[in-house]
């Protein structure tokens, strides 16, 4: 934009300057103010846009139209809800912008006349003339007196009684001496006086009489400054949208919460019969009169409505004949001119937001004009979509955040599709946009399950939520990459859990298990298969052979080790099993999960009948997984359950849980050689507790957590989380609640 700048001069040069500014004005096109003895203005050409019509000014967006007249309009922007409101004067026939000086400015409807507002004193500027300001002082009037409307050049102030009520007074300088008409004629028992709109010459006047529901209308004449009619708002309530013309009131109906037949009601000056035409469903209107034949009206909240309403479309419709049309496809604002033309804030799908300059053509029908442009399309269009090429889902800190840049005044439903391309598993993120935005994943399919590991592909797609406008459509790739738990059978970096039901033994989403108070339900299950009641212990060391996969240890009722080696496949997660040896029946507990030698390997731990712990450390060999029994130590059969947890306690290995038979539960800290340090009291009543399962990071904050399920008559099935610290004095912190599931209700339910 071209910047035009006045130089400032004080003093006794002020009747110059300004005579100096009127020529410039008519030559170079720049608007001059005056303020306590010194001239500035700033002005910015706008960049035309090539239409049809005619050449169009820029309208800065997000910049409410606070008054307009015959040559240009006034606007104000804040860039920040801290910031101070910066106004401009913007003339329709060059588009050159001037920005006002800073302070509080207030525009009229249909004038070039605006006013700067500083306590009691108004200074008037006439934008199209470029002439002297007018500068009114109105304290005479009391500090409460405040301005209701400015109307041509004429301040419409409100000014409270003592007793109560209001008086309208009509303060100007005509001639360059004070004028000052209190409105009289308005009823006594008129309350909540307010300036509501005007048509030519005429003022409009809303009040309420107590006891009636409708709102009441006077008009003041202008040249008397005396109240003319007195009208009753048929079927209004206290606070309807309201316009009017030269010889015609429009008013809204209520709004009734769900209903889609509110209606406008449009009357004669002085006459009591209304005429209702029909609207549909609206919450919010703008209305407004074209000449004394047409009357305008839309919803306002179309640029942020979530369905489509072909109430968001400014709609004229004739009073002679009943006619319908259709002049622009979203209206914000309508805002009369002096005329009887009208100027509407509002967007077409052809030439995007802006303001549009309605008027009644040579054939009597509507006609609409850009005469200054937003830039801004009206359809909510994605320009730029950024999602990462590859993506770690391990811990929370690795979610993607997936960004992308969009153009338009609606608001946009955006659905992004991540579809697993070996499994067709989908995670589908909804969400209502505006420009620009960004949404995270969280890793989660739709049924609440982890989302696993491997290529992917993307669609993202949008469409205005007002139905203005087509669908956008962008498409692409990516990789969830990681590295599977140890407690990971379905491939996707996420721990799951491991039940048995009878002879049943499923595969559990531990992620969708532990947020079940998100609904999903039923839980989603991969049956490994049947007859795993012929082993009385199973255990989840994690990669025994080397491959990139969770495994499984289970013992039959004759004392033979069994080892099933992971897939990655989710539906089969498991081969078939191998024969890893006899004798171990000699052993009343096995656990495995963690390394507890240092060596990288998962280890074995067992007890006993004797209470001897004994460890059997990993190989890395699929078909030997572990090398001969290393005693550690006697007197472990004071403990009914021993959990090697991996890591939890911050030291150098993996670590172990054990309870004892009166319920205390306590923490052995792994040293790093297969041998562990004394014991640390974590809790004193674990009793109730029927499975511990060392689950992995299962909240992905980089640490071990704890899963338990309750074994108390009526709340069998209920699962606690026991989140990890890293600290060996308070390994878990405060347990967190897991609702009930029917699933693992059953009696004879065991996890793993």
Not at 145 to 154: D, F, M, Y
Not at 262 to 289: C, D, N, Q, W, Y
Not at 625 to 650: E, H, L, M, Q
């Amino acid at each position: 934009m071209r910047e035009n700048t006045v130089l400032s001069r004080t003093g006794s040069s002020r009747r110059h300057l300004t005579t100096a500014v009127a020529v410039a004005l008519a030559a170079a096109c720049v608007s001059t103010f005056t303020t306590g003895g010194t001239a500035t203005a700033t002005a910015t050409t706008a960049v035309s846009s090539s239409t049809a019509q005619q050449a169009v000014a820029s309208l800065l967006p997000d910049s409410p139209v606070i008054g307009h007249g015959p040559t240009g309009f006034l606007t104000s922007h804040q860039a920040a809800p801290s910031a101070a409101p910066v106004h401009r004067w913007t003339r329709y026939a060059d588009g050159v912008t001037t920005v006002l000086p800073a302070g509080t400015y207030r525009g009229g409807l249909g004038t070039d006349v605006i006013v700067k507002v500083e306590g009691s004193t108004y200074t008037l500027y006439d934008m199209a003339t470029g002439t002297a300001p007018t500068v009114i002082d109105t304290s005479s009037l009391g500090a409460t007196a405040t301005l209701a409307a400015l109307h041509g050049s004429t301040l419409v102030m409100r000014v409270p009684r003592a007793a109560g009520g209001v008086d309208l007074h009509l303060v100007g300088k005509p001639d360059g001496t004070l004028v000052d008409r209190v409105v009289t004629g308005i009823p006594a028992a008129a309350q909540n006086v307010e300036y509501m709109a005007h048509a030519p010459g005429t003022l409009v006047i809303r009040y309420s009489v107590p006891g009636e529901t409708a709102s009441r209308v006077v008009r003041v004449d202008l040249t008397t400054a005396r109240v003319v009619g007195d009208q009753v708002l048929t079927g209004s309530n206290a606070d309807p949208t309201l316009t009017a013309s030269a010889t015609h009131l429009a008013w809204t109906e209520p709004y009734v919460h769900g209903s889609d037949s509110r209606a406008l009601r449009v009357a004669r000056h002085g006459e009591a019969e209304s005429s209702r035409i029909p609207i549909g469903k609206s919450t919010r209107m703008t209305v407004g009169f074209l000449g004394d034949d047409w009357v305008t009206y839309a919803d306002i909240e179309g640029a942020w409505s979530y369905d489509p309403n072909p109430l968001d479309a400014l709609t004229a419709t004739s009073l002679t004949d009943g006619r319908t049309v259709k002049l622009l496809d979203l209206a914000i604002r309508i805002l009369p001119g002096e005329n009887g033309d009208l100027l509407v804030h509002g967007a077409t799908l052809e030439h995007g937001e802006g303001l549009y300059r309605v008027t009644v053509g040579p054939d009597g029908e509507p006609t609409t004009t850009l005469v200054a442009s937003t830039g801004r399309p009206l359809a909510y269009t994605i320009t730029d979509v950024s999602i990462p090429a590859t993506i770690d889902l391990t811990t929370a800190s690795g979610d993607p955040t997936l960004k992308w840049d969009a153009t338009g005044i609606s608001l946009g439903k955006v659905t992004i599709e991540l579809t697993h391309t070996a499994t067709g598993a989908r995670a589908t993120i909804l969400t209502i946009a505006s420009r620009p935005a960004a949404q995270s994943w969280n890793g989660l399919l739709d049924n609440g399950t982890a989302a696993p590991i491997g290529d992917y592909t993307w669609r993202f797609t949008t469409e205005p939520t007002n139905g203005i406008g087509p669908k956008t459509e962008r498409t692409g790739t990516l990789k969830v990459v990681g590295k599977p738990g140890p407690h990971d059978f379905s491939n996707s970096t996420a721990p799951d859990l491991l039940q048995r039901v009878g002879g049943r033994l499923s595969v559990l989403d531990a992620r969708q298990i532990l947020a079940r108070e998100f609904g999903w339900d039923p839980v989603s299950e991969v049956v490994v298969g049947n007859g795993w009641d012929a082993y009385d212990r199973i255990a989840t060391p994690g990669n025994l052979g080397g491959s990139a996969h969770a495994d499984l240890l289970a013992r039959d009722k004759g004392g033979v080790l069994w080892s099933y080696e992971g897939t990655g496949d989710p539906s089969v997660p498991f081969k078939t099993r191998t024969r890893v040896g006899g004798g171990w029946g000699v052993y009343n507990q096995l656990t495995a999960g963690g390394d507890m030698s240092g060596d990288g390997r998962p280890d074995l731990l067992a007890t006993d009948k004797a209470g001897v712990l004994w460890l059997y450390k990993g190989t890395g060999s699929a078909t030997a997984p572990f090398s001969k029994a290393v005693r550690i130590g006697g007197g472990w059969g004071v403990y009914n359950k021993i959990t090697a947890t991996g890591n939890v306690g911050g030291g150098p290995a993996g670590d172990l849980i054990a309870r004892d038979t009166s319920g205390v539960t306590w923490l052995y800290l792994g040293k790093g050689d297969g041998t562990f340090t004394g014991r640390t009291r974590i809790d004193a009543d674990w009793s109730w507790f029927h499975d511990i399962v060392a689950v992995g990071d299962a909240n992905r904050d980089g640490r071990n957590d704890l899963v338990v399920s309750h074994r108390g008559e009526g709340t069998a099935g209920r699962l606690f989380l026991y989140p990890g610290t890293g600290d060996w004095r308070a390994p878990f912190s405060t347990l967190e609640s897991v609702l009930t599931s029917p699933r693992l209700a059953q009696t004879d339910s065991r996890l793993f």
